[in-house]
């Protein structure tokens, strides 16, 4: 349900147990979350068959993808995947492209020399493909001799593409060409103002944020349930998500006085977990997130904690 300035999602965890994953979606859904979103990490499961198998399994939920790693997907064979799923889904499919993480793409064999340009072609000739264009492109990357999807393939509205990503040079990127950004978590309001700066959007914009999260109605108890998730935040790829907090430099401190990150996760203050995560009583949690709406972010997505992900989901479905 729309709250505040913005929708409420729900993330679909990456490990979510094969037979959880249309009951995660179908109660996502009944508890009137507004989104839920699935995320291609490698190793795991594919973003675009999730989405299907989810969209065929409700009826109005919107379905985000986060996020297609460019270097991994020829952009004319993605356009058709992604229309398909449209024209069968109507306004129900939001789809986010990015760099992918480095050391995946890497071990694939797929990080490219100039990982901006590429996501720049590619974020741009996927759009004019997905809205029926036919497409002349030789860029340094993508490569197209009048590619078009056929009028009957071609979905009557084109979905919203965002930029998956973090950085100035590719928030600003984002900003240039994409529908909207997709931050992963954690996300504060400061990294919202911060990221807004870099991106600098002059039209309209999506902003979708990610955060660890967990409501009880024991406060303690919640900001447990988020540690082990916050175990990444210290490492060097999470650090402009943290660089805007008051409190970075001792918080990079503190990760390199700990042995390894479930010390340094267990060592966190309170104040910075919930700060970190969406964490607490269901009050709490509404106005962490009337704090990310006001920041700038259009849809706050929620990513439920283990061991149980249905029982984090219903948890979760307090704050609505």
């Given at each position: 349900?729309?709250?505040?300035?913005?929708?409420?999602?729900v993330?679909?965890?990456r490990?979510?147990?094969?037979?959880?994953?249309?009951?995660?979606?179908?109660?996502?859904?009944?508890?009137g979350?507004?989104?839920?979103?699935?995320?291609?990490?490698?190793?795991y499961?594919g973003?675009?068959?999730?989405?299907?198998?989810v969209?065929?399994?409700?009826?109005?939920?919107?379905?985000?993808?986060?996020?297609?790693?460019?270097?991994?997907?020829?952009?004319?064979?993605?356009?058709?995947?992604?229309?398909?799923?449209?024209?069968?889904?109507?306004?129900?499919?939001?789809?986010?492209?990015?760099?992918?993480?480095p050391?995946?793409?890497?071990?694939?064999?797929?990080?490219?020399?100039?990982?901006?340009?590429?996501?720049?072609?590619?974020?741009?000739?996927?759009?004019?493909?997905?809205?029926?264009?036919?497409?002349?492109?030789?860029?340094?990357?993508?490569?197209m001799?009048?590619?078009?999807?056929?009028?009957s393939?071609?979905?009557a509205?084109?979905?919203?593409?965002?930029?998956?990503?973090?950085?100035?040079?590719?928030?600003?990127?984002?900003?240039?060409?994409?529908?909207?950004?997709?931050?992963?978590?954690?996300?504060?309001?400061?990294?919202?103002?911060?990221?807004?700066?870099?991106?600098?959007p002059?039209?309209?914009?999506?902003?979708v944020?990610?955060?660890?999260?967990?409501?009880?109605?024991?406060?303690?108890?919640?900001?447990?349930?988020?540690?082990?998730?916050?175990e990444?935040?210290?490492?060097?790829?999470?650090r402009?998500?943290?660089?805007?907090?008051?409190?970075?430099?001792?918080?990079?401190?503190?990760?390199?006085?700990?042995?390894?990150?479930?010390?340094?996760?267990?060592?966190?203050?309170?104040?910075?977990v919930?700060?970190?995560?969406?964490?607490?009583?269901?009050?709490?949690?509404?106005?962490?997130?009337?704090?990310?709406?006001?920041?700038?972010?259009?849809s706050?997505?929620?990513?439920?904690?283990?061991?149980?992900?249905?029982?984090?989901?219903?948890?979760?479905?307090?704050?609505?």
């Amino acid at each position: 349900m729309t709250k505040q300035n913005g929708t409420i999602g729900v993330l679909l965890p990456r490990d979510t147990p094969t037979r959880d994953i249309i009951p995660f979606a179908r109660r996502a859904e009944a508890h009137g979350f507004d989104e839920l979103w699935v995320v291609e990490d490698l190793g795991y499961r594919g973003g675009l068959v999730q989405a299907a198998t989810v969209l065929a399994s409700t009826t109005q939920i919107r379905v985000g993808v986060g996020l297609l790693p460019a270097a991994a997907r020829n952009v004319a064979f993605t356009a058709m995947e992604i229309a398909s799923l449209v024209q069968l889904h109507p306004d129900r499919v939001d789809i986010a492209v990015g760099h992918g993480m480095p050391a995946w793409m890497r071990s694939v064999g797929a990080w490219p020399k100039s990982p901006l340009t590429l996501l720049s072609e590619y974020i741009t000739v996927l759009k004019s493909l997905l809205s029926g264009q036919p497409v002349r492109n030789d860029g340094k990357y993508v490569h197209m001799d009048g590619v078009r999807l056929h009028e009957s393939s071609t979905p009557a509205a084109a979905p919203v593409v965002l930029a998956g990503v973090r950085g100035p040079k590719s928030l600003a990127v984002s900003g240039d060409v994409a529908d909207g950004t997709l931050l992963a978590e954690p996300v504060t309001p400061a990294y919202v103002r911060e990221a807004l700066r870099h991106i600098a959007p002059t039209r309209p914009h999506r902003l979708v944020a990610y955060n660890i999260a967990a409501i009880d109605d024991d406060p303690a108890v919640a900001l447990a349930a988020v540690r082990p998730a916050l175990e990444v935040v210290g490492e060097p790829d999470w650090r402009p998500h943290i660089a805007p907090l008051p409190f970075y430099d001792d918080l990079v401190a503190l990760r390199s006085r700990c042995d390894n990150s479930e010390e340094f996760a267990r060592a966190l203050p309170d104040a910075w977990v919930r700060q970190l995560a969406v964490a607490g009583t269901p009050d709490q949690a509404r106005s962490s997130l009337a704090d990310l709406f006001d920041a700038g972010v259009t849809s706050a997505i929620l990513t439920p904690v283990g061991p149980d992900y249905l029982a984090s989901l219903e948890s979760l479905a307090g704050v609505l």
